[in-house]
């Protein structure tokens, strides 16, 4: 088993940032793919970006590339979501997730509490 635990979410104005952490423990492995996924208030959880397992790929959804970033440090067991340029419509609860394989919108198999996420206008 793996638990996941975000932090970092809060609120903010249009335009600016936030870095979500996502801390691994239990039967961590450096080997899971983490993803990053978001559900916003009446909508379906949908998925934001994802890391390979030494950082090398990533991978976004079409709406934050350019503003957020997706990177991971194993020797901390912790992935980030770095987001600039936040806009209303990035405000959702964010979930980080880890599955074995490079499936970025595939299925995963373990998944954080959430983190809320708000942008004011």
């Known amino acids: 088993q793996v638990q996941l635990v975000e932090s970092g979410g809060g609120l903010v104005q249009a335009g600016g940032s936030l870095r979500l952490s996502c801390a691994a423990s239990?039967?961590?492995?450096?080997?899971?793919?983490i993803g990053w996924f978001r559900q916003a208030p009446g909508k379906e959880r949908s998925f934001v970006a994802a890391v390979n397992w030494n950082g090398a790929s990533t991978f976004y959804v079409d709406s934050v590339k350019g503003r957020f970033t997706i990177s991971r440090d194993n020797d901390k067991n912790t992935a980030y979501l770095q987001m600039s340029g936040l806009k209303p419509e990035d405000t959702a609860v964010y979930y980080c997730a880890a599955r074995y394989g490079w499936f970025p919108k595939g299925s995963y198999n373990y998944w954080g509490q959430g983190t809320q996420v708000t942008v004011s206008s």
């Open positions: 239990g039967r961590t492995s450096s080997t899971y793919t």
